[in-house]
């Protein structure tokens, strides 16, 4: 694992990116719970440390857990589906590029043999690990939350941004945030 970090962490694959290259990720063979991205945001490159942020502050919110718990690699693995930072477009950051999946996910997942949890953060997310979900939107999915559980929950964006959606689907925080509270304690006990 520590070479396969480390080949992972010196990618410079997207040479042209606005920020340059700077691989953000967590990892670790005996991490149980797997969260799964889009790609680092402008501060969180500038950081150097992923979901350093509001998002985070929510998202470690939703688990129930600590700062220190969610930076421990051998409890929770954070693995975006872009390495990095791809830039901001009209209405945000860019998608990832998909070169990035291509090179690392898959050798990246392998790595992971102890995961008991996948949570689900977007659409490119969605598409690699729901392969199946079509078009379906993030709404549908988080409703549906009981098809996929207790091994995968699909999440919308902890972003402040998504505020509005949390107040349109109150069903998210009410059913489902317990739930996941409970697994994510049941799994790091």
């Known amino acids: 694992m520590k070479k396969f970090k480390r080949e992972m962490a010196a990618c410079t694959i997207c040479t042209d990116l606005p920020l340059g290259p700077r691989p953000l ?5 005996d ?3 797997l969260i799964a991205g889009q790609a680092p945001g402008s501060r969180t490159h500038a950081k150097g440390i992923p979901f350093d942020d509001p998002s985070g502050d ?11 718990t969610f930076y421990d690699d051998a409890r929770i693995a954070i693995l975006p589906m872009g390495l990095c930072f791809p830039g901001t477009g009209k209405t945000g950051d860019l998608p990832p590029r998909p070169i990035c999946a ?9 790595q992971l043999p102890a995961l008991e949890l996948t949570l689900i953060i977007g659409r490119y997310a969605i598409d690699w690990h ?3 979900a079509g078009k379906r ?8 939350w009981n098809s996929f559980w207790p091994d995968q929950l699909v999440l919308p964006h902890p972003s ?7 107040k349109q689907n109150p069903f998210f925080e009410a059913e489902v945030i317990p739930m996941l509270q409970s697994r994510v304690a049941e799994i790091l006990i």
Do not use: E, G, H
């Not at 929510?58 to 220190?68: N, P």
């Not at 941004?161 to 949390?166: D, G, P, Q, T, Y």
């Open 137 to 144: 939107t993030v709404t549908d999915l988080a409703q549906d």
């Open 58 to 68: 929510r998202l470690r919110t939703w688990l129930d857990v600590s700062r220190d």
């Open 102 to 110: 291509q090179t690392w996910r898959a050798r990246a997942l392998a």
């Open 160 to 166: 402040p941004r998504n505020n509005r959606w949390l």
């Open 25 to 29: 990720f967590k990892l670790a063979t």
């Open 130 to 132: 729901v392969p199946d």
């Open 31 to 33: 991490a149980r719970i």
